[in-house]
């Protein structure tokens, strides 16, 4: 059974830094099932990133994803006000499982 | 609009059941594999079933085989969960997601807004 890990749990940075989150697999998963999303407080889930590297339609390319095998991550270019958030990997497989989140929250 | 709308969650009694409902609209429901994910109070997002779009594939979460059943009506462009047997850890905002595309394996690119499951005594 594959386990998903997120790091670090909180990350503490200020508007204008660069955000890497980190997604750890058990074992080796293909990049083309792999998705990260945004959690906003009193939101649903929202799309940013799928297999791997591909940004959803409307998410600003200060997004990115990258990574293959057992590492993979998201990276913010440029922290904005409405960026901090918690974020959720996902592998999208037979039976779908996310990550346990990474808070990114205002220094 | 494209949508998705949970209704019936609400504070039941361990063992009892619950029957969640998902409408969709502004898409061809009948076309999109379904999912339902929950996620209990200040935690991560948990997956707990899955179904085709012609209901022939049905997976659940271990934690959950058994005791829920998925079920679609294309109909009615309509998903449903029906919650048996319900304990204080089944507690949490149940999403439906819709795939985006029609494969299974594919990304959730669209969430209602959940209902809340609160089970305790």
């Known amino acids: 059974e594959i386990v998903l890990t997120q790091s670090p749990g909180t990350l503490s940075l200020s508007p204008g830094e660069r955000a890497s989150l980190s997604c750890r697999a058990s074992q080796s998963v293909s990049s083309r099932y792999l998705a990260w999303y945004q959690q906003k407080p009193g939101q649903a889930p929202r799309l940013l990133i799928y297999?791997?590297?591909s940004r959803a339609t409307g998410i600003p390319d200060r997004f990115s994803g990258s990574g293959s095998g057992t590492d993979f991550t998201l990276t913010i270019s440029r922290l904005e006000p409405e960026d901090f958030a918690v974020y959720h990997c996902q592998h999208y497989g037979s039976s779908p499982l996310f990550g346990g989140g990474t808070k990114v929250e205002i220094k | 609009e494209v949508q998705l709308v949970e209704s019936g969650g609400g504070l039941v009694q361990p063992g009892r059941s619950l029957r969640l409902s998902c409408a969709a609209s502004?898409?061809?429901?009948?076309?999109?594999?379904m999912h339902w994910v929950r996620q209990a109070p200040g935690k991560g997002l948990q997956w707990v079933s899955g179904?085709?779009?012609?209901?022939?594939?049905?997976v659940y979460a271990d934690s959950v085989k058994g005791r829920f059943t998925i079920s679609r009506d294309n109909a009615k462009n309509s998903l449903y969960l029906q919650v048996n047997s319900l304990r204080p850890e089944d507690t949490a905002l149940y999403y439906c997601?819709?795939?985006?595309?029609?494969?299974?394996?594919?990304?959730?690119?669209?969430w209602g807004q959940g209902t809340m499951v609160t089970v305790s005594s």
């Open positions: 997601a819709k795939p985006l595309t029609s494969n299974w394996n594919d990304a959730f690119d669209l």
């Open positions: 179904i085709s779009w012609n209901s022939a594939s049905i």
């Open positions: 502004g898409f061809t429901f009948g076309d999109y594999a």
């Open positions: 297999g791997a590297s």
